[in-house]
C-alpha cells in the first residue's frame, strides 16, 4: 500500500513538472507573439482578419463590433 501511494505521488509530481514545462513554453510563444506585434503593429491587424476569418467560419451567433486599430493604439499610448 505504501509503494502504491509512493508511485502515485511520483506520477503526481511528474505531472505537476510536464504541466508546468507546458506553461513556460506557452509564456515564451506569448512573448514572441508580443514582441511581433510590438515591432510590426500590422501583424495584429493580420491576426484580427484571420481571428474574424475563423469566427465566420463556424456556425453560431457571435456578434464582432469592429474597433479600429488607432483606437486601440491611442488608448494604449495614453495608458503609458
Known amino acids: 500500500k505504501a509503494m502504491a501511494a509512493e508511485a502515485e505521488a511520483s506520477r503526481d509530481a511528474r505531472a505537476k513538472i510536464i504541466a508546468a514545462e507546458g506553461e ?3 509564456s515564451r510563444s506569448l512573448k514572441e507573439a508580443a ?3 510590438n515591432e ?3 501583424a ?3 491576426r484580427y ?3 474574424l476569418t475563423q469566427i465566420a467560419a463556424e456556425r453560431n451567433s ?3 463590433f469592429p474597433i479600429p486599430i488607432e483606437l486601440l493604439q491611442s488608448v494604449s ?3 503609458r
Do not use: E, F, Y
Request: charged share 20%; net charge positive.
Open 24 to 26: 513556460m513554453k506557452a
Open 35 to 37: 514582441d511581433t506585434i
Open 40 to 42: 510590426s503593429p500590422i
Open 44 to 46: 495584429l491587424q493580420l
Open 49 to 51: 482578419l484571420q481571428t
Open 62 to 64: 457571435t456578434i464582432v
Open 77 to 79: 499610448r495614453s495608458r
